[in-house]
């Protein structure tokens, strides 16, 4: 009787099993949908789709992108969260989501931690300080002078993202106060720069850098450390008036929370190697986005926690913790 209720139990692991080996191999079984929170055109879109491309071609189904901007990025995080967990939704997640929004708003509709899994960290996104070309400010100087004098307003792709935390950063370092105006991504915060409508925008490099080099806008520094390749005429902020300023944003694809294991090392494996292809690498770059793809699954849950902490600080030192 022993010897029956054992082989009934094995029995019943292997049959457990089975469907779990073979979930990587069967994957996807349909089409996949990619929410991006942002609208169409942004960086965050450019590279979603670039990688969904990729993804398509080589797992042999369509990766459908769905633009879900609005609320610092919750609202795709919250449907991607509720989505069935079985790698036939994906989002393409920021630092905002991921690592920031737990800390900005006091009752977030969704939990980074527990209802979405890292999947791949695919790149990094530095950010141009632009301003209307009719504005008297050609540098910091300048506009921590203009600020002081008169209201400015400063646009972002939304609440929370990663524009507002950096004009909110800039604003405490320099001293001055503006005032936030959210977008639904940063290409309709840019064409409303380039109209007038506000005066300071942190924008991705894509939608900014022809405009800037044709007059429409002006730069007046770089997030990061070192220039971009696609902006090399820009100088770092933290070179020209703001000592210390050194901001990326990062792109991860996530999944919901218990997405099986094999489905998440088959995306982590093809994204890392998709993204480090010759041909997604200049295309990121010339975009002014860094590509990363590496890092295993445990190394993207530990290097999420230490962002998370790290800029819980940002954010407290500027004022934005819990007011939403």
Do not use: C
């Not at 445990?298 to 939403?324: C, H, M, P, Y």
Request: hydrophobic share 45%.
């Amino acid at each position: 009787m022993r010897f029956l209720f054992s082989s009934l139990l094995i029995g019943l692991a292997l049959l457990n099993g089975m469907p779990r080996s073979a979930l990587a191999q069967d994957y996807p079984a349909r089409n996949v949908t990619v929410l991006v929170p942002f609208a169409p055109a942004g960086g965050t879109d450019v590279i979603a789709r670039a990688v969904a491309q990729k993804l398509e071609q080589r797992l042999g189904k369509p990766f459908l992108i769905e633009n879900r901007p609005g609320a610092g990025t919750s609202i795709a995080a919250s449907a991607a969260a509720k989505a069935a967990p079985d790698g036939h939704t994906l989002m393409q997640a920021t630092s905002g989501t991921m690592a920031m929004n737990p800390t900005i708003y006091k009752n977030l509709s969704y939990d980074p931690d527990k209802d979405l899994v890292p999947v791949a960290l695919i790149a990094g996104v530095p950010f141009l300080l632009v301003v209307h070309p009719s504005l008297p400010v050609n540098n910091i100087a300048d506009l921590v002078k203009v600020a002081k004098e008169r209201q400015l307003s400063y646009g972002s792709g939304g609440v929370g993202a990663f524009h507002h935390l950096n004009g909110e950063l800039l604003s405490s370092m320099l001293g001055i106060k503006m005032t936030h105006v959210p977008y639904r991504g940063s290409v309709p915060a840019m064409t409303d720069l380039v109209a007038g409508h506000i005066q300071v925008l942190f924008v991705d490099i894509g939608p900014s850098i022809e405009l800037v080099r044709s007059g429409k806008a002006r730069a007046l520094g770089i997030t990061s450390a070192e220039p971009a390749a696609a902006a090399a005429e820009v100088p770092p902020l933290a070179k020209v008036g703001v000592p210390g300023f050194d901001t990326t944003a990062w792109q991860m694809m996530v999944a919901p929370a218990k997405t099986p294991r094999p489905i998440l090392q088959t995306l982590n494996t093809e994204i890392n190697a998709i993204v480090q292809t010759e041909e997604i690498g200049k295309q990121f770059i010339g975009l002014g986005i860094n590509p990363i793809g590496k890092g295993s699954l445990e190394e993207l849950n530990a290097f999420v926690k230490s962002e998370t902490t790290r800029w819980a600080k940002v954010i407290r030192d500027a004022g934005l913790a819990a007011t939403q």
